[in-house]
């Protein structure tokens, strides 16, 4: 089982959409978790750290259920801009100080 | 607003060449990774280090080596590059001691080997 999982996708929706994406990680001890958005070509960027309580950034909202052990995202009103690739990504301390990433889900907002 | 800065952004090698990818940061971070990511896939992690004179291997760290005599620099070199080592390549900082994990990453070097 890999560290951490992701659908790759891609998901394909149209403007306005409501779209979720979870991420699945193995290791019970991990303790910090984000989502970061690459756009194609680019480097990676954090998009947001994700809280035990859940936290909300505009039309983004991070959740964190750590009995199951995943995290998802939530994109409201999907925009055009929003293409690109979400990365889960997953920090423990006790291994060997690593971020641990998931290879990305994919997603293509549609006009 | 410097942050992480890799050199070069693009690269042709011939097989059997050698290279070195520079990354330098300001931020004063303890943490450097290196990073390869092929095309539709995730990153990999190459070499890391948790501070000047501390090196450690990531998952596919055959085919490279990397120093880091200074927190600002960590250094990528590649010997006798083969055309599985054709990727882009990112350099990442962190500065978890101060409870911050977020990375910044340089915009990337795109190497291909012919």
């Known amino acids: 089982r890999k560290e951490v999982e992701q659908d790759p996708g891609p998901f394909n929706v149209p403007e306005g959409a409501t779209v979720a994406f979870n991420c699945t990680y193995s290791n019970s001890a991990s303790q910090s978790f984000f989502w970061y958005r690459q756009d194609c070509r680019k480097e990676p960027k954090l998009l947001m750290s994700?809280?035990?309580?859940?936290n909300e950034d505009g039309r983004f909202t991070a959740q964190l259920n750590r009995a199951s052990q995943y995290i998802s995202l939530l994109i409201r009103d999907s925009k055009l801009s929003d293409s690109a690739t979400y990365l889960c990504v997953v920090y423990n301390a006790g291994n060997n100080r690593k971020l641990i990433w998931g290879l990305g889900t994919s997603l293509a907002v549609n006009p | 607003n410097a942050g992480v800065t890799q050199t070069p952004k693009f690269r042709i090698l011939k097989i059997g060449q050698s290279m070195t990818l520079q990354c330098t940061q300001d931020?004063?971070?303890?943490?450097m990774y290196w990073y390869r990511q092929d095309p539709g896939m995730g990153l990999k992690l190459i070499y890391y280090s948790v501070g000047a004179g501390i090196t450690d291997k990531g998952e596919v760290p055959n085919g490279y080596n990397v120093s880091r005599s200074t927190t600002e620099d960590f250094p990528l070199r590649l010997e006798l590059a083969a055309p599985s080592q054709t990727s882009v390549y990112f350099c990442?900082?962190?500065?978890?001691?101060?409870?911050?994990?977020?990375?910044?990453f340089g915009q990337g070097t795109r190497l291909t080997v012919v």
């Open positions: 990442a900082s962190s500065d978890r001691d101060r409870g911050n994990t977020e990375a910044f």
């Open positions: 994700v809280y035990s309580s859940g």
């Open positions: 931020m004063n971070h303890n943490y």
